[in-house]
Each structure stands twice: as structure tokens, then as C-alpha cells.
Nanobody, 124 residues
Framework: QLQLVESGGGLVQPGGSLRLSCAAS????????LGWFRQALGKEREGVLC????????VYADAVKGRFTISRDNAKNTVYLQMNNLKPEDTAEYYC?????????????????WGQGTQVTVSS
């Protein structure tokens, strides 16, 4: 069964950090572009960052530039999202997604597999 499972979400104070992980099972991620998306309450799902199969990162959300980074460990079949200097507006459900293509896309419909999501809440 092909599956993506996120972990690492939680409640954090403004200025804090979290690292989200997304582990794949049932398939290997080597040839996939991997994206992180988020969806705040009442808003559409938006692309945050994506990493191509060769490791090039693409930023889709200007608001996270300089604060969030994406990385992948193909040996562990896992993609990570490191989030620093978190702000209340980063509060959302975060999803990882895999695209059967070496190259990234910012469009939700371009991705073939999705995790179940992990909640990130930034609040004092």
C-alpha cells in the first residue's frame, strides 16, 4: 500500500521551531518531486516548498522565505520541512505530497500521493 505519513506537528510559541517529517512506504521517493502544502482554516491549500528529485528546492510561499527549508533523505525514504521563526500566520494543517515527476509543481492537482496531514499551531 502506497502511503505518506507526516509527523512532527504540534503547538509552538511564536519564534519557535518545528521539524516536520514525511515518511513514504510502499514506494521509493528517489524519482519523485516532493512538496509540502498547508491549509489554514477557511482557506485553500497552498504550496509551501518543494524539492525536486535532484535536490533542488523551490519556494512557493513568499511568506516562508528565509524561515523554512525542505530536505530529503532518499535512503530513509523521507522528506523534511524545517520551520524556524514560526509566526501565528503559519498555523495550518501541513501536508506532504509526492509527484510522479522529477520536477516540482505548485499545483495541488499535480501531486499523486498525499499524507494525512499534521497540525501546526503557533500561539503564545
Amino acid at each position: 500500500q502506497l502511503q505518506l505519513v507526516e509527523s512532527g506537528g504540534g503547538l509552538v510559541q511564536p519564534g519557535g521551531s518545528l521539524r516536520l517529517s514525511c515518511a513514504a512506504s510502499g514506494f521509493t521517493l528517489d524519482d519523485y518531486a516532493l512538496g509540502w502544502f498547508r491549509q489554514a482554516l477557511g482557506k485553500e491549500r497552498e504550496g509551501v516548498l518543494c524539492i525536486q528529485s535532484r535536490g533542488d528546492a523551490i519556494v512557493y510561499a513568499d511568506a516562508v522565505k528565509g524561515r523554512f527549508t525542505i530536505s530529503r533523505d532518499n535512503a530513509k525514504n523521507t522528506v523534511y520541512l524545517q520551520m524556524n521563526n514560526l509566526k501565528p500566520e503559519d498555523t495550518a494543517e501541513y501536508y506532504c505530497a509526492a509527484r510522479r515527476n522529477r520536477y516540482c509543481s505548485g499545483y495541488v492537482l499535480s501531486y499523486d500521493y498525499w499524507g494525512q496531514g499534521t497540525q501546526v499551531t503557533v500561539s503564545s
